[in-house]
């Protein structure tokens, strides 16, 4: 059996480890944390994700689709919430489609306890890496008792997150190119128990979201009628920040000014905002991802998003099929496969790097935006005429699974089109009307002929 050791027991490791123990290699997984499935893991560092087409094919791949599809909420859209009294809904599409909330705790679970269950796939808990030495391929670890101890390797795969041990050490090789790029915005989690939810008849079937500019609510939907939410704030700043906000009074007099329909949401709020540490969002970007056949990259590893457009989960999972499927077409050669991944990933991960910090900013100020919000309408309009051909951005990214790139390069023919109807009197005065809806037609087909 081929050997491949795998360096993260996350999302992202332990699907891989599925996939290709189902391939045949013998894989070895080593985790720095204890098994979350034997400890107590702490509130306020899993914050719920949203699962999409990428994702679900990816699990699906590895026969998880009927498994993770009980432990998930279909999402059909954004519950806006304007103000106490103003709320509006944005459907993510016209044929039902959805994002699925999902529990990241659940999620890993349910992968730890698969993989352990899988031909050729063993986990080790308790062992932060802390370095490799590729002349005797081995790995350095500690372990829980502080002491350092070495394991063989025959092809190491890193999936061990933003912070990568493997990846920090291959910084050091020339030719190696990084860089990082923090936001100033911060989250941190907050809960909506399922009664406060009930009692506040919140629509279980949305993504609930309090923009404020500067400052903003996300909200997912549990499976027991409660809501997990993500507060995002600058980390630092004159106002309202995080660092400023070190006191019980100032932490409800703020909150009373930005989020006042919260109030009553959220009967934990000074313990959870004082308690749940802020998590950072940060964009990596690095290249090569792979040392000859020896070391490869994977996941957050290698590229590092923002978590706005809700794709890291998912273009981590898309990551482990679309290796697995270039392992399994060069079958003696794994130099040939991690060339291929790179040159077929790269350029993918940069665009919805850059699509995930552009989608923070217009969740946060575009969505109550007239023009913002005339150009959505006129993207669902052109789905209705063309349901076959036309997609909008965002549905591309969460609904197909074109690559990141391709769904980018698309969007700037459509984009010309919407710029020319946005300057339409007609379609300003009526968007709804059939010579609208005529004129929409025209101007899609003369730019897409």
């Given at each position: 059996?081929k ?8 999302l ?11 391939q045949g ?8 944390n ?11 560092k ?9 994702g ?20 059909y ?8 009294s103003?709320i ?10 959805a994002?699925y ?5 659940e ?5 730890l306890s ?6 050729g ?12 030495d ?12 502080q002491?350092?101890?070495?394991r063989?390797f025959?092809?190491l795969?890193?999936?061990d997150?933003?912070y990568?041990a493997?990846?920090?050490?291959m ?5 190696f ?20 939810a009930?009692?506040y ?7 609930h979201i ?10 997912f939907?549990n499976r ?5 939410c ?5 980390f ?20 009373r ?13 000074v313990?959870?905002?004082f ?7 940060m964009t ?11 070391i ?6 290698a ?18 099929e ?8 060069n079958?003696?050669?794994l130099?040939?496969?991690?060339t291929?991944f ?9 665009a919805?790097a850059d699509?995930s910090?552009?989608?923070f900013n ?13 150009r ?25 699974t074109?690559?990141?790139?391709q ?10 089109v919407?710029?020319e ?13 059939h ?6 037609y025209?101007?899609?087909?003369r730019y897409?002929?």
């Amino acid at each position: 059996m081929k050997n491949i050791t795998i360096i993260g027991a996350g999302l992202t490791g332990t699907l891989l480890g599925i996939l290709l123990g189902r391939q045949g290699y013998s894989v070895q997984i080593y985790e720095r944390n204890k098994d979350p499935r034997r400890t107590f893991v702490k509130h306020g560092k899993s914050i719920n994700l949203t699962l999409c087409k990428r994702g679900v094919s990816a699990l699906e791949k590895a026969g998880l689709g009927d498994e993770v599809q009980k432990l998930w909420v279909p999402v059909y859209g954004r519950c806006l919430h304007l103000s106490e009294s103003q709320i509006e809904i944005q459907p993510y599409g016209n044929y039902g489609e959805a994002l699925y909330s999902i529990s990241r705790q659940e999620l890993n679970t349910l992968l730890l306890s698969v993989a352990q269950k899988t031909s050729g796939v063993s986990i080790e808990f308790g062992l932060k890496c802390v370095g490799y030495d590729l002349s005797r391929s081995c790995i350095s670890f500690i372990d829980e008792n502080q002491k350092q101890n070495e394991r063989p390797f025959t092809t190491l795969i890193a999936a061990d997150g933003v912070y990568s041990a493997i990846r920090s050490q291959m910084q050091r090789n020339f030719g190696f190119n990084y860089s990082q790029y923090y936001s100033k915005h911060v989250n941190k989690e907050l809960t909506i128990p399922a009664k406060q939810a009930k009692e506040y008849k919140l629509e279980k079937n949305h993504l609930h979201i309090w923009p404020r500019n500067e400052f903003m609510i996300i909200a997912f939907p549990n499976r027991d009628g409660s809501l997990t939410c993500t507060l995002q704030l600058p980390f630092d700043g004159n106002n309202v920040s995080f660092r400023k906000l070190n006191s019980e009074p100032e932490v409800l007099y703020h909150f009373r000014k930005l989020f006042s329909d919260t109030i009553p949401l959220l009967p934990n709020l000074v313990d959870e905002f004082f308690h749940n540490p802020e998590i950072p969002m940060m964009t990596v970007r690095c290249s090569p991802w792979h040392i000859e056949d020896k070391i490869l990259l994977i996941g957050d590893a290698a590229h590092g998003i923002w978590p706005s457009y809700g794709q890291g989960a998912n273009a981590g999972f898309e990551d482990c099929e679309i290796l697995c499927k270039c392992m399994e077409e060069n079958p003696d050669n794994l130099l040939t496969s991690f060339t291929e991944f790179q040159e077929k990933r790269l350029k993918n991960l940069n665009a919805i790097a850059d699509l995930s910090e552009n989608h923070f900013n217009e969740i946060r100020h575009l969505v109550t935006d007239s023009n913002f919000l005339l150009r959505k309408k006129i993207e669902r309009k052109m789905n209705l005429l063309f349901p076959s051909e036309y997609f909008s951005l965002y549905s591309r990214v969460a609904f197909t699974t074109i690559p990141y790139k391709q769904a980018v390069e698309l969007e700037q023919i459509y984009s010309r089109v919407v710029d020319e109807l946005l300057n339409s009197q007609e379609i300003i005065l009526d968007p709804d009307s059939h010579e609208s809806e005529k004129l929409i037609y025209k101007t899609y087909r003369r730019y897409l002929r």
